[in-house]
């Protein structure tokens, strides 16, 4: 898992890794150097997948893991076409697809599974996190009946793969009983209900200083910082350590909210509101966030 993953500080004090990990673009769009001066995506992020794939040879490469929309870098949307084109891919070359729904799954992007949201078919589903609502920790990964059918079908062998606590009853109870309550409660029909709304909050803080760009879907949205809005340039690591940390963070913590102020890649602000908030919460969200930032960019101006 951490092979596959990009953020240095989890990886570093562990190195080195398992080395046959092949990074690809990522679907920023607003950072991508292949669209700039496109006037729509050209795909390219998805384009990369195949070149990878063609240089370390298709019979080395077991799988594409891919979230739907990536939490690194601050929801990270796929264009329009991207998984289609990412689906074909891996059906050419006949390597699998997993999507990494430990964000995305459970109502998150207004679906079970954010794999629906995007309209594409994983081989493998990672989750964990909204399959219990965090009451109870549990994890687990959903394979494709093709996946699935030699051990099911075959000669009786088991996949020696497990954990202690793998299967725990009462994880597994929480979790069934968690899905109960937002299925009776139509959960992920207030997400989709209200996530355009949600969206037009959001939209409201473009003009304001250090807002370089806001993307995000469902209940899942993102404030990208900037130091220049016109150039895109982002903050030092100095900078943007104060900004977080210092300025930000408490400000919009002492006025009632909680979200995170991450700066693995560019400085974002992630705003994930809980998947029953209604739109009174949603409009809180966004005054928040207004009065916060214009704080946080007349500190920056007087520094």
Same mark, same amino acid.
């Given at each position: 898992a951490l092979s596959i993953s990009g953020i240095p500080a989890m990886r570093e004090p562990f190195e080195p890794l398992f080395p046959w990990a092949v990074k690809v673009m990522n679907t920023n769009r607003y950072r991508c150097s292949s669209c700039a001066n496109a006037p729509a995506c050209t795909l390219d992020c998805a384009?990369?997948?195949?070149?990878?794939?063609?240089?370390?040879?298709?019979?080395?490469?077991?799988?594409?893991?891919?979230?739907?929309?990536?939490?690194?870098?601050?929801?990270?949307?796929?264009?329009?076409g991207y998984f289609a084109r990412v689906r074909e891919i891996c059906n050419k070359y006949g390597v699998?697809?997993?999507?990494?729904?430990?964000?995305?799954?459970?109502?998150?992007?207004?679906?079970?599974?954010?794999?629906?949201?995007?309209?594409?078919?994983?081989?493998?589903?990672?989750f964990a996190k909204g399959v219990t609502s965090g009451y109870a920790p549990l994890g687990g990964v /959903?394979? *494709?009946?093709? &996946?699935?059918?030699?051990?099911?079908?075959?000669?009786?062998? +088991? =996949?020696?793969?497990?954990? $202690?606590?793998?299967?725990?009853?009462?994880?597994?109870?929480?979790?069934l009983a968690n899905l109960d309550v937002m299925e009776r409660e139509d959960i992920l029909g207030n997400?989709?209900?209200?996530?355009?709304?949600?969206?037009?909050?959001?939209?409201?803080?473009?003009?304001?200083?250090?807002?370089?760009?806001?993307r995000g879907a469902g209940y899942f949205r993102v404030v990208e910082l900037v130091k220049d809005k016109e150039t895109k340039e982002s903050f030092t690591p100095e900078e943007c350590n104060w900004l977080l940390r210092d300025v930000?963070?408490?400000? /919009?913590? *002492?006025?009632? &909210?909680?979200?995170?102020?991450?700066?693995?890649?560019?400085? +974002? =602000?992630?705003?994930?509101? $809980?998947?029953v908030c209604g739109r009174e919460e949603l409009a809180f969200i966004g005054e928040v966030l207004r009065e916060a930032i214009t704080y946080a960019a007349a500190q920056f101006a007087a520094r």
């Open positions: 384009e990369d997948i195949e070149r990878k794939i063609i240089a370390e040879g298709p019979e080395t490469v077991a799988a594409v893991v891919l979230e739907p929309m990536q939490n690194t870098g601050g929801a990270l949307t796929p264009p329009e699998l697809l997993v999507s990494d729904e430990v964000i995305c799954a459970f109502g998150r992007l207004g679906e079970w599974f954010g794999c629906q949201r995007y309209g594409y078919q994983p081989d493998m589903i990672t /959903i394979a *494709s009946d093709r &996946l699935a059918a030699p051990f099911i079908e075959g000669d009786g062998s +088991v =996949l020696m793969h497990g954990l $202690t606590f793998g299967g725990h009853p009462v994880s597994c109870a929480v979790a997400v989709r209900r209200n996530e355009a709304y949600f969206g037009e909050v959001m939209e409201e803080l473009r003009d304001l200083p250090l807002v370089g760009d806001l930000l963070s408490p400000r /919009i913590f *002492s006025s009632g &909210l909680i979200c995170r102020a991450d700066d693995r890649a560019d400085p +974002v =602000l992630v705003v994930a509101p $809980t998947l």
